[in-house]
């Protein structure tokens, strides 16, 4: 008996190792691998950066799907609890949420959408002038061709306007143009029995008296080295202001059976246009210690048609502005007559109803006046086209 005591002494030992080992054994099951892996691939996706947000469509915030936990086992909890604590993470930083843009609002039923007009670009010219070119002109070197095209007809088209300057007078009572010998432009003011100085500029023409005269009925008036002459008309006489005032008045030279109203003079030479014989005259004037003379040398038929408001000698050959025209003729002494050899049409410059009286040429200008308009122009004598008389295609304006 006392041996099976000893053997049942030694088996209870043996089986309280055993179980001893058993649960050393029991509690290593929660070192099991397959849960660690889990919870590692987890953390990565935690730990992964989060794609970038698409601007052109909402991105819906990704939701995290947890996996399922292996449970463990009954007795092996509480390191795994201690594991879990241990390794939980901050949540995962979500992207900001994109502000939703909004719905496009559709047009009522039975109303028709509003299309916006199509604008096109057009060339436009600097400030300075401000017009535009058409629309279908979409490129600047076009407009600008363009453009130069129509300042070029626009030129042909106006003819010597370009060239013609346009000065407004004070008043409607002048007479007759000359050129002083300092070069100044000169008329007479019949109102105030003056002769006048014009300056002409900033489109104005001022006036400024030289000096007084007594002259009745007086017609023109000319300029020369022997002094001031001017046309008594029906009076009969030509009147001479002496170049120096001597204060004797003027001298008197009678013309028998002539009406002297229009006078030019070119050096010794004075020409005058006679109303009453309708002809134009030409005279020798003569300085001597006695005094100024003047000789009759000849006479020339006036053209038919042709109504003299101004007349100017140059060079032999004889200028008339025709006021019926109205326009500027140059003709040449021929024996007994006048041969015409062009003629300058002021239709263009003045137009068809203006009555231009008073000629002169000073330098490169052409002065007349209009007396309709009340106003002086000027012409620059290069630019006038002068239209032949005679050859192919010629005729009277």
């Known amino acids: 008996m006392g041996g099976n005591d000893k053997i049942l002494g030694r088996l209870d030992s043996l089986l309280k190792e055993c179980e001893f080992k058993i649960s050393k054994i029991e509690l290593r099951l929660p070192e099991y691998e397959e849960p660690s892996e889990s919870l590692s691939q987890r953390v990565a996706q935690l730990l992964e950066p989060e794609p970038p947000a698409v601007p052109a469509q909402e991105a819906a915030p990704p939701s995290i799907i947890e996996e399922p936990r292996v449970a463990p086992a009954a007795d ?139 002259v009745p009925n007086a017609g023109g ?20 202001y002496a170049s120096v005032p001597n204060g004797t008045g003027p001298q008197r030279y009678p013309q028998f059976h002539r009406f002297p109203t229009l006078l030019s003079i070119s050096q010794d ?19 001597a210690l006695t005094g100024v003379s003047l000789a009759l040398l000849g006479s020339y038929p006036l053209p038919v048609g042709v109504v003299p408001s101004g007349i100017y000698e140059s060079n032999g050959n004889i200028w008339l502005l025709d006021q019926a025209a109205p326009a500027i003729r140059r003709y040449e002494e021929s024996g007994a007559v006048l041969r015409p050899l062009d003629y300058f049409d002021l239709k263009p410059s003045l137009g068809s109803g203006a009555r231009p009286e008073g000629l002169a040429v000073e330098g490169g200008n052409l002065w007349l006046m ?23 295609g010629a005729g009277r304006p």
């Not at 008036?221 to 001479?240: N, Q, T």
């Not at 030479?269 to 300085?287: H, M, N, P, T, W």
């Open 76 to 214: 092996a909890d509480s390191k795994i609890e201690s594991q879990d604590a241990s390794l939980s993470l901050e949540p995962a930083l979500e992207p900001a949420p994109q502000p939703t843009p909004p719905a496009p609002s559709m047009p009522p039923i039975g109303e028709a959408e509003e299309k916006p007009e199509k604008t096109e670009k057009i060339f436009q010219w600097p400030a300075l002038w401000r017009w535009t070119i058409p629309k279908r002109c979409k490129r600047p070197a076009v407009g600008v061709l363009l453009a130069g095209a129509i300042v070029v007809l626009l030129w042909a088209a106006s003819g010597l306007r370009a060239t013609q300057r346009i000065f407004t007078l004070p008043t409607d009572s002048l007479k007759d143009l000359t050129i002083s010998s300092g070069g100044g432009l000169l008329s007479m003011d019949l109102s105030r029995g003056a002769v006048v100085a014009i300056r002409a500029e900033d489109g104005k023409a001022r006036l400024k008296d030289v000096m007084s005269i007594v």
């Open 221 to 240: 008036l000319a300029w020369g080295s022997s002094g001031l002459w001017i046309a008594g008309g029906r009076s009969g006489l030509l009147y001479r």
């Open 269 to 287: 030479s004075l020409v005058s246009f006679d109303e009453a014989g309708k002809r134009i005259d030409r005279y020798l004037i003569s300085q």
């Open 370 to 392: 209009d007396s309709s308009s009340h106003t002086l122009h000027r012409f620059r004598l290069s630019a006038i086209n002068w239209t032949p008389l005679g050859g192919s």
